[in-house]
């Protein structure tokens, strides 16, 4: 577990598929007023993780990030069933065991971040997160970062037909971009540390 800043931390993780694809994973842990922890985007749970966990508190809240990361949010719903489970729209139906859970329609820790929802692509349905206290951008698959290509925006936004709304997902964008952020915590790749807004405005500039 790696301490980001006051109050959030990170877990990495390295998913390996059978035919030798790579897929980075990453696991933010944000310490609330309240003193309880919220988990977003979960990643495997294993004992070192679990211990990890424990010595930063009581797990409170789980939320899965978007439409697509649903693979082992199982495996923290069954280890920590007091926690509040936040899911977006399509996620009850991948998880047929997933029985009690809430659909997040609008931000309901306003004390600690600002939210958005990428309503107008329902293939993802991302909230992405601003948190105060760390000045950060936490995203699930909106922003990738990876050694070939640098930062860039999930490359199913660039196909035709997957955004429904230019206009809203526009919106949606430029409401990120007022948000005072030092760096963007990345699901997928590094963390973006350096010139991090410059950056996120860098890659929107196709949808102006």
Same mark, same amino acid.
């Given at each position: 577990? /790696?301490?980001?800043?006051?109050?959030?931390?990170?877990?990495?993780?390295? =998913?390996?598929?059978?035919?030798?694809?790579?897929?980075?994973?990453?696991?933010? +842990?944000?310490?609330?007023?309240?003193?309880?922890?919220?988990?977003?985007?979960?990643?495997?749970? &294993?004992?070192?993780?679990? $211990?990890? @966990? &424990?010595?930063?508190?009581?797990?409170? /809240?789980?939320?899965?990030?978007?439409? =697509?990361?649903?693979?082992?949010?199982?495996?923290?719903? /069954?280890?920590?069933?007091?926690?509040?489970?936040? +899911?977006?729209?399509?996620?009850?139906?991948?998880?047929?065991?997933?029985?009690?859970?809430?659909?997040?329609?609008?931000? @309901?820790?306003?004390?600690?971040?600002? $939210?958005? &929802?990428?309503? &107008?692509?329902?293939?993802?349905?991302?909230? +992405?997160?601003?948190? /105060?206290?760390?000045?950060?951008?936490?995203?699930?698959? =909106?922003?990738?970062?990876?050694?070939?290509?640098?930062?860039?925006?999930?490359?199913?936004?660039?196909?035709?037909?997957?955004?429904?709304?230019?206009?809203?997902? %526009?919106?949606? =964008?430029?409401?990120?971009?007022?948000?005072?952020?030092?760096? @963007? +915590?990345?699901?997928?790749?590094?963390?973006?540390?350096?010139? $991090?807004?410059?950056?996120?405005? %860098?890659?929107?500039?196709?949808?102006?």
């Amino acid at each position: 577990m /790696y301490k980001l800043a006051t109050n959030i931390w990170t877990h990495d993780h390295m =998913l390996c598929f059978e035919d030798g694809r790579k897929l980075p994973l990453r696991l933010t +842990v944000v310490r609330l007023g309240n003193e309880k922890l919220w988990i977003h985007a979960p990643t495997p749970l &294993s004992n070192e993780l679990k $211990a990890a @966990i &424990s010595e930063l508190g009581e797990v409170g /809240y789980l939320f899965c990030g978007n439409n =697509l990361h649903n693979m082992f949010l199982m495996e923290w719903v /069954y280890t920590y069933p007091l926690a509040e489970v936040w +899911v977006t729209p399509e996620i009850p139906k991948k998880l047929r065991d997933l029985d009690k859970f809430r659909v997040l329609k609008k931000n @309901i820790w306003i004390d600690e971040f600002d $939210a958005r &929802s990428m309503k &107008s692509v329902p293939k993802f349905d991302e909230v +992405v997160f601003f948190h /105060y206290e760390s000045k950060s951008l936490i995203v699930t698959d =909106l922003v990738q970062n990876n050694a070939k290509k640098g930062v860039f925006l999930a490359p199913p936004l660039l196909k035709k037909g997957v955004i429904q709304d230019q206009k809203a997902f %526009r919106g949606f =964008l430029n409401d990120i971009k007022a948000w005072d952020f030092r760096r @963007i +915590v990345i699901t997928h790749g590094p963390i973006v540390d350096r010139e $991090a807004k410059r950056k996120f405005e %860098r890659i929107c500039e196709c949808f102006f």
